[in-house]
């Protein structure tokens, strides 16, 4: 369970990032967070696992202020939170199977890992994990050789061989066409469905929001104007989301998004 | 309405580059060309006498012709002593240099004072010429190729560590990211993601400053640090201009064939 | 629980062979380099601690006596270093072109710019002095025609890698809007090589203001001059001042020079 | 290779600068450049040579510039292209520029009364080494092979003596090993430390070293000297008119009886006197170097 | 008026980016192209101002065969054809305004543009190009200053001072998000219906394709296998482009997009 009690963000730079949040996400959801760009979604999300930390209020993960947490109790933390991201954040140059096996690192120790050994049931978990998002004929291929939508794959892989207990994932299929975003997450959807990995995903399209959410979280200017089932989204949280309706906004040239 | 419409045009088209931006540019354009003005008055610097005196290199690089390449079993035993001072300085800078540079390298040291601290050093560990460290270092051990490799490895340092901490600088952060992200430690993220970023362009650095060692052997000879460059200074003293030429075009085909080996390497793991 | 791992990665029976040769090679390189090169680090380790008392104490004891000579001298080589690195950054543009692959696209002539860059690499600095010395005779401007050659075989290099990597997409919205080769090359090609064009420029200046020892071949004067006779009458409390001239100098135009990159980029 | 100097002369007019044919002596050049490559053989090693020109300038009424260079291939080179007109060479590098490009000695320095000097050999105070003969397999440490009194003369001396072909042999079959020290310092300290068992450099080597190792007058003695090799040349090049080559050799002349130029001679350069010399007072280097002359190539 | 009349192009390394396509493009017309990664649109639109060559058929524009020009009538064809692309091609250490000044090269002799000579007219069409996109309050900004939807409007400008005949756009909004995407769509459609310019457009989404064009163009795999207006676009047309409908295709996970 992770729960936003009053949870502000302003980064050094004096931008509101989030501004009192308050949040509880349960075991084994599938929430969809929605937003314009710069609406403090990609903040949200990364406050959970501290990329970025609030500066007041509360945020517990399993009944734990994160917000307290230091050196070990952060990896600690890290290891049972999956990220996956836009750009795929694979390491380009190595092959996938590495790539995947990075997802260990937070459950193996330093030195081993230093000289690629891991352990067989490591290797048989990646490799499990990749045919979990049926890309496993590419294991040995470098992350460079893929396309988009296998690059994003092989990156869902790498976080189901952390075996987090949470997955969050930061606009994951923005960088890709419809289809394929379509593929990406209908993998995230099983994976949340079959293993109960709770999952936050944040999305730029409403429509496709709707299309898997459980539940659509609407944030605007950092804070969440909009919570509750994909079923009670109206055209009013459209406008509550984006501001004004899309087209209308759009007319006014100027305006940057 | 004429003289309006022009008015009205000039208004509309502006200048390509603002005029500020410009002024700054002419200005340094100028301070530039005036120090070159002034450094070729003091130079005496005299296109005429490079035009006469031109003839006059040509008879002389005439007598480094035909070179002479008979000699390689001859100068073997110093071009191997050059070699092997250069595998080992280049080895042993390129391994001290990882943390270096990694120290050197804002993306990855995110402690202001204990990264300028750490440019600071390697900016004067560059500044000083090899000469100079060639010199001082036959001074304390003595003659040998001990001296000339310690020389190597500081020079190579300074070079290897500035190169390399620019390519950390520019690596994709988001694997890092991720790394992180998933609980891995700072050393873990490193040896994953940074490593595997820099790996080609680490090795053709480290090969260019291979290349630059066995050259600058040249220069450690006239120290008593050994190698090539004794015999080539000996060869010019005594007037064998075709052996030296013969040395030039062995150290030449050298730097051609750790070029062609440099690209093949980066081939194989780019 | 069985476990099911990963098939092992099939390489190419070529690439393994190859990757053995590379190995056996390398290895073989060290033993060879190991077993040739005698250094008796014990003795030389003893010998260091004698010594260091005679020497590095006078290091940092610097002689400011010989400020005046050794400051005319910095200066001497400043205006040589300055004049001949000039040229050279000038004319390895043309250099630089002719050996990036990306930009003279005949396989061969790229072959030869690289060869006459490598060939200029090759001459050491003492030939160069000897050849510019018959030219224009014992006088500074020996040492800039020096340096310029010497600094054109590093920075021709430098260049035809900066150009190798360049963003080819520009060129191609170029090419897209009618532009001509040349409209291309000033709009779309300097803008983008300028700064690393003018980095490595400066970065070559720094080398030659340190280590001219060629202008003393020349009878140039200059710091490389002092550095030799320093060396010949160990002056050590000379080379020390040599050396604190040198490192301030530098460090000064690395700042000024980071200061016009910032300008003009 | 160039045989005599008589038959170099007639070769070197096709090299030298068409404008000058050596018949019709040509005006007096505007100015003349005197270069001066100080040998370590030297004990003090100067970086002008201002005054000297100056005051050369000054007597012979055309403008004198001198410079001072740190390789005499360079020197000799730029006296081959009449780029320079007086060198201060030393004595090997005259001979080499006398068969190159038939550049005439006028003057030779003189040091502590006498126009020659000598190289000695240096061993350790406690060694067991009293004669030459007892060199024999010991290890060898000199300058570099250029150097006149560091190598030539030695060399040259030891072949003879024990009848070697080479310098080639002399170091791998007398000797167990030669190494280049790449300096007169360097080489004595080589002995002085143990590196090597002999040295050879110019007389005496030790007094530059006496400060930075204060012992090292006792712990290192001199087994031997050569024999003389003639100081350091005053030499011209063939270009300059038979008139202007006079003048010079009268205004150098004269400064033996400046006292002022004497002071700067000596403060600069360890001079205490000029005096005439003849091409012929350094066949003793030529017929040196011709002993030498061929071990030292590379095929 | 363009006409394809059986274009094909193979490239040399064998893949086959166009198979016999027929096209005919009208005066004045907004032509979207849509289909899947790899379905050829990139390699149609190239086509049409030769930055690829097709290697059979005929390739006709304004009624003359562009595949045999060379050289300067190459240039000349080019300076009538604007071409916008996905990552915008700026100068990124240039500023703005010499950046759409480039689109004038084509119009302009080449010794003095070389000295950023160029006319008062050529410049007071540059600026009134900026001005068309609303961006010329960032005239002296470097181009790497400007955010993506911002550089794609600049890109615009840059065509726009081309004054061509026709406007090419390689997937203009793909790197933009959904709000940035139509404001740039929408001032690609007001240059079209203002200045009667031809423009074809590259999509990967065939919703916002139907938004804009006045015209879709299905590809897949090298051929045309869609031709006619927005309205005739139905369930079949997206199974014919995408291959099957996009839910069952996303459910077989192993294949590619
Ligand atoms: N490191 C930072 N320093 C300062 N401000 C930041 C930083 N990161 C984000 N911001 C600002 O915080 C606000 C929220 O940003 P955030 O990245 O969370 O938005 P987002 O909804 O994820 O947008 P996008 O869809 O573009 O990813 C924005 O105004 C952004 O400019
Ligand atoms: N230069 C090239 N050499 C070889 N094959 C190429 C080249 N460019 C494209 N192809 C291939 O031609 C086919 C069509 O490519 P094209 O780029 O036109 O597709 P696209 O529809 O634009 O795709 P995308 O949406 O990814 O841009 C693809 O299979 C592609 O791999
Ligand atoms: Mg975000
Ligand atoms: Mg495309």
Known sequence: MIEFKNVSLTYPNGTKGLKKVNLTINEGEFVVIVGLSGAGKSTLIRSINRLVKPTEGELKVDNENILTFNGRQLRTLRTKIGMIFQNYNLVKRSNVFKNVLAGRLGHTSTLPSLFNMFSNEDRALAYESLKRVNIEEKIYNRADELSGGQQQRVSIARVLTQKPKYILADEPVASLDPPTSHQVMTYLRKINQEDKITTIVNLHFIDMAMEYADRIIGMRAGE????????????????????RTIREDDLRGGQEA | MTKDGTKKALGKSPAVIPAKAKMRITAIFLVVLGFYVLSSYKTEAS??????????????????????????????????ETIQMAVIATTIAAILCVPLSLLAANNVTTNKYLYNFVRFVLNILRTIPDLVLAVIFVALFGIGALPGIIALIIFSLGILAK??????????????EAMHASGASTIQTIYFSVVPQVLPQFTSFVLYVFEINIRASVVLGLVGAGGIGQILDQQIKFYKYPNAMGIIIIIFALVVIIEYISTKIREAIV | MSLVLPPKPKRSLFKQVRNIVIAIAIIALYVWTFTGIDIDFARAFDRMMNNFSRIIPKLFDPNWEALPKVWDAMVETLYIAFAGSLLAAIFSIPLGFLAAQNMTKNRVLTTIGKWILSAIRAFPDIILAILFIVVVGPKPFAGVLAIAIGSIGMLGKLYSEVLESLDTNIIEAMEANGANKLQILAHGIIPQITPEFLSYAIYRFEIDVRASTILGIVGAGGIGTLIVFAKMNRNWEEMGLILVVIIVVVTIIDFISTQIRKRLV | ACGTSDEGGTATEGNNNEETPA???????????MGFV?????????????????????????EVEGKVMTDYSALVEAMGANEVQIGFIPGFAYVLANEQYDVEVILKSMRYGSGTYKAQYVVRADSDIKTLADLEGKIWAYPDAASTSGFLFPAAQLMGEFDLESAEALQTEFFAEGIAAGGHDSAAIAVYEGDADVATTFDDVRTTLEEDYPDIMEKLTILGHTEDIPNDTISVVSELDDELVTQIKEAFMAFNDDEEMIKIMNDVYNWDAISEAEDAEYDVVRDTYDKLRDSISLD
């Open chain 1, 224 to 243: 969440v104007v909009f919570d509750g089932p994909a079923s009670e989204v109206t055209e009013k949280t459209f406008e509550e989301i984006y501001g």
């Open chain 2, 47 to 80: 296109l005429m006498e490079f035009i006469d005196g031109f003839e006059n290199m040509g008879t002389l690089f005439q007598k480094f012709f035909p070179p002479n390449l008979g000699l390689f079993k001859a100068i073997w035993p110093a071009l191997a």
């Open chain 2, 163 to 176: 190169l390399i901490s620019e390519t950390v600088e520019s690596i994709d952060m988001n694997p890092l």
């Open chain 4, 23 to 33: 018949e019709t002596p040509a005006e007096k050049p505007e100015k003349i450049v």
């Open chain 4, 38 to 62: 100080p040998s370590q053989d030297s004990d003090t090693i100067a970086d002008t040579v201002e005054p000297l020109a100056n005051k050369l300038g000054e007597a012979l009424g055309i």
